[in-house]
């Protein structure tokens, strides 16, 4: 079982960054898909971005294309989120997600997910 440890949430203003990282366990990281869900108040669970550790492939909501970035190094067996330009609609929790078979479904059908990270928060104020 794939277990997933997160950090780098916190409280920001308009316009900053933020950087979220993602540590997985386990010894396959590379055949991985791993990426972000979030979820603000009062709205639904959305795929924020992907990346297929193996082939370096992404896959970015239109929401965030041009501001964040997706990284991994399969020498640490972590992810990270380069989150830019950071807007109060980016307020939410954020979700570290791992899709083991790596064919990036699971970017936009969570139920295609294998494992969950425990959540970080991301404020941006305005």
């Known amino acids: 079982e794939v277990q997933l440890v997160e950090s780098g949430g916190g409280l920001v203003q308009t316009g900053g960054s933020l950087r979220l990282s993602c540590r997985a366990s386990?010894?396959?990281?590379?055949?991985?898909?791993i990426g972000w869900f979030r979820q603000a108040p009062g709205k639904e669970r959305e795929g924020v971005s992907c990346?297929?550790?193996?082939?370096?492939?992404?896959y970015y909501a239109d929401s965030v294309k041009g501001r964040f970035t997706i990284s991994s190094d399969n020498t640490e067996n972590t992810a990270y989120l380069q989150m830019n330009s950071l807007k109060p609609e980016d307020t939410a929790v954020y979700y570290c997600?791992?899709?083991?078979?790596?064919?990036?479904?699971?970017?936009?059908?969570?139920?295609?997910?294998?494992?969950w990270g425990q959540g970080t928060l991301v404020t941006v104020s305005s």
């Open positions: 997600v791992v899709e083991e078979s790596g064919t990036g479904y699971g970017c936009y059908n969570s139920d295609a997910l294998d494992a």
């Open positions: 990346i297929n550790v193996r082939d370096g492939g992404t």
């Open positions: 386990g010894s396959t990281f590379d055949d991985y898909t």
